[in-house]
């Protein structure tokens, strides 16, 4: 059995569309289902049903991913090894949202970039979600954090810790408004308050609102700036309310350079997963990274 076959029809079978398999494999669309098309005449099956968005594996197309999809993947981890100057030390390429990556998963993950003969090279790219499952399906990374659960069977998630949202503001704030008008009239006694935001879009305080209020916000930006960290700083300096993950805010709190504006019985949560393309925990290196990671987040929840 010809091994291209086999690459295209695991990459189909992972991504659950020709035209998504061809983009990976670099190939056209004609081509991956040509390939497929020889694949079954040869097989003397059908491995998949054709729909109208993507294709559904049948249960030989199951049967047969299951066997040769690992085979394949230690055959390019072999392969990658072989082109790296130093073949015991591989490369992991980790993506996700800057905050939690520069606060919580490199502290965690450069525990492991040690010459311990296990050990690997580490890379980091920020971005939104999108951007990082988008690059992890497309290969340009191996692990991808996210708030976001992928869906299809090209990506693989697994649930890692969630975050509690605290609404915070400058102490002067709190003083300004009052504790017992804001434990009275909830959201409106804060909408003369200026925001500090990541996006235009308010996608943190839209979220908080909409969760313990049953509202949307007001007020508009004031300061909008795209790290969480910054929005921190601009929240301690006094330049407005802000909604921010308890992990990244929690010194602050202690300290009393920021104070919590409302504690609601039920904070909203928001969760992050782990994930990576189907099939690559059988490379160590990206296993490796992924356990450690599930063992350090028993300590962040």
Do not use: N
């Not at 099956?45 to 394949?72: C, N, S, W």
């Not at 990556?101 to 580490?122: K, S, V, Y």
């Amino acid at each position: 059995m010809d091994l291209a076959l086999l690459r295209t029809f695991v990459t189909v079978h992972r991504a659950g569309s020709f035209t998504r398999a061809a983009a990976l494999l670099g190939l056209s669309q004609p081509a991956v289902t040509s390939q497929i098309r020889t694949l079954e005449r040869q097989l003397g099956k059908p491995l998949f049903l054709r729909q109208a968005r993507g294709v559904t594996p049948t249960t030989i197309g199951d049967e047969l991913a299951h066997k040769a999809a690992p085979h394949l993947d230690a055959l390019v981890e072999i392969a990658e090894s072989g082109l790296d100057d130093d073949s015991s030390l591989r490369t992991l390429h980790l993506a996700g949202p800057p905050e939690f990556i520069a606060e919580r998963a490199l502290p965690a993950l450069t525990e492991l970039t040690g010459d311990d003969g296990q050990g690997f090279a580490l890379r980091a790219s920020f971005g939104t979600a999108e951007e990082a499952l988008e690059g992890l399906a497309s290969g340009h990374h191996d692990l991808a954090i996210s708030t976001a659960r992928p869906r299809g069977a090209l990506l693989t998630a697994t649930p890692l810790c969630d975050e509690e949202h605290v609404l915070v503001a400058a102490p002067r704030w709190l003083e300004r408004i009052g504790a017992e008008a804001l434990r009275l009239k909830g959201a409106p006694a804060l909408e003369d308050l200026p925001v500090v935001e990541v996006h235009e879009s308010l996608p943190f305080v839209s979220r908080y609102w909409a969760s313990v209020f049953d509202s949307r916000p007001a007020a508009s930006g004031t300061v909008i700036v795209p790290d969480l960290r910054a929005v921190l700083a601009c929240a301690i300096a006094g330049a407005g309310l802000a909604v921010l993950p308890r992990y990244l805010c929690a010194l602050a709190l202690a300290d009393g350079t920021i104070a919590t504006l409302h504690d609601p019985p039920v904070p909203p949560l928001r969760t992050y997963f782990l994930v990576v393309r189907t099939g690559t925990l059988a490379m160590p290196h990206i296993a490796r990274a992924h356990e450690w990671l599930q063992r350090a987040a028993t300590a962040w929840c």
